[in-house]
């Protein structure tokens, strides 16, 4: 048995702030302590109070730095690390030009392992210790993905991507093989250690009726499994399906009819939606996931994110590794908040924190396990420093309030202002 106490300021939400004086919504201890035995949290609290119960435990001092929940990043393109930075005129054209290219290279296994070595890395890195990750359409590139994962102990959701048609050949399943290869990859991964399946028919645009119709089944077969894909991120893309589809009443609704929305679906960007499509991701509780610096790189669109709560609809926030331009969660609020205000709307810092850790566990329904620091969750964890550079620090000397350095964290922040990751209690950066 191996017990911790980590010293910091700690920082805890345990529902979305409503506004900037909602403080009820979470837990702020400036003399605070997480205490974990066995990669699990036993309490958090303040400092004093928690001692009182700890025994010979190891003390790991990060005072004055602040300790949260890991981060989680809901939408990743594990195949795409090497296609950051990668200039496209639009998302067709970005993805005709470099990531088809890339993508053949993970028929390869010793490919994809090296690959995943920097993925991880830079996801450990930059504070995010959960992740919902695309792989390509070869089960090479899941199957390093997972093992991975799985080696350093990850909450880790992802699948092989399911693509039929519309591509260059050297990145086609059939409707049989997606099928196969994807079942065959839930029975060896999915719920193996912290490990979690998501079906990936990519999108409409590289998927024939068959193929949907096979990820649909799948979804039926394995309710417990997620589903990923996108929807609406472009303008042109959805003209397309339009052409593709011309049954369907809109391009949410081709995954309407082959029954791949539900709870545990996960809709990347849904940037320009239709008032229909609205209404079926707000009946089925599908999850819309905001994919900020990847908007913005690839001149997608603006996300509403005000307009689908009023609608009761729960988004999600991500990266969007490689469209996306940063592994850091602190720069995809950065830009979060930069799309909002372009929409007349606001991201308060404590709602923003909120997103990156309660919020996406509960988008998972997952907040029992990962996104906050209650006792029995796992000891997934990020230490940041708001004085990580000099100009951090010249702006600190000014901040008098918890929600001021949280901002400053999250326009100023990147990797260096993350001190330490924690995996299950376990240390992840060399410092």
């Not at 602040?66 to 939408?75: Q, S, V, Y």
């Not at 679906?265 to 610096?293: M, N, Q, S, W, Y």
């Not at 609608?311 to 799309?339: C, F, H, P």
Request: aromatic fraction near 8%.
């Amino acid at each position: 048995m191996s017990e911790t106490l980590f010293l910091g300021r700690v920082l805890s939400f345990h529902r979305r702030p409503e506004g900037a004086h909602d403080e009820a919504a979470f837990t702020y201890h400036e003399a605070g302590a997480v205490h974990v035995r066995d990669g699990r949290i036993v309490a958090m609290g303040d400092a004093d109070d928690v001692r009182k119960s700890v025994y010979g435990a190891h003390v790991v001092d990060h005072r004055p730095h602040l300790i949260l929940p890991g981060f989680i990043d809901m939408h990743l393109h594990f195949p795409q690390v090497q296609v950051l930075a990668s200039w496209g005129k639009d998302l067709l054209d970005w993805l005709n030009k470099y990531t088809f290219v890339e993508e053949q290279r993970f028929a390869e296994m010793a490919h994809c392992e090296a690959m995943a070595t920097g993925f991880y890395d830079g996801l450990l890195r930059n504070g995010t210790t959960t992740g919902v990750a695309y792989g390509s359409v070869h089960a090479t590139s899941a199957e390093a993905m997972f093992a991975e994962a799985e080696r350093r102990g990850m909450r880790m959701i992802g699948g092989k991507v399911m693509m039929d048609c519309h591509a260059p050949e050297a990145l086609l399943d059939t409707a049989q093989t997606g099928y196969d290869e994807s079942l065959a990859l839930i029975e060896r991964w999915h719920g193996k250690g912290r490990l979690s399946y998501a079906i990936t028919p990519r999108f409409a645009l590289t998927s024939t009726p068959e193929q949907l119709e096979a990820a649909g089944a799948l979804c039926a077969l394995h309710p417990e499994c997620y589903m990923q894909t996108h929807v609406s991120e472009n303008l042109t893309e959805i003209e397309r399906a339009r052409e593709l589809y011309p049954d369907a009443p809109d391009y949410v609704g081709i995954y309407e009819r082959y029954g791949l929305l539900g709870a545990r679906a996960l809709l990347g960007h849904a940037i320009h939606l239709e008032p229909r499509e609205i209404d079926v991701i707000a009946g089925t509780g599908a999850k819309p996931v905001f994919c900020p610096t990847s908007n913005l790189f690839l001149g997608s669109g603006l996300y509403d994110d005000a307009g689908l709560r009023a609608r009761g609809i729960q988004g999600a926030i991500a990266t969007d590794i490689g469209g996306g331009t940063s592994y850091s969660m602190l720069q995809t609020l950065n830009e979060g908040y930069k799309v909002l205000q372009l929409r007349g709307q606001q991201m308060h810092p404590y709602q923003a924190f909120d997103w990156i850790t309660r919020g996406n566990a509960e988008a998972l329904g997952l907040v029992q396990e990962i996104g906050t620091l209650k006792a029995g969750s796992v000891a997934d964890m990020v230490v940041l420093d708001a004085r990580a550079t000099p100009e951090m620090t010249l702006r600190a000397d000014r901040i008098e309030t918890l929600a001021e350095e949280l901002f400053l964290l999250m326009i100023m922040g990147d990797d260096r202002a993350v001190a330490q990751t924690y995996v299950a209690g376990a240390a992840q950066k060399d410092v």
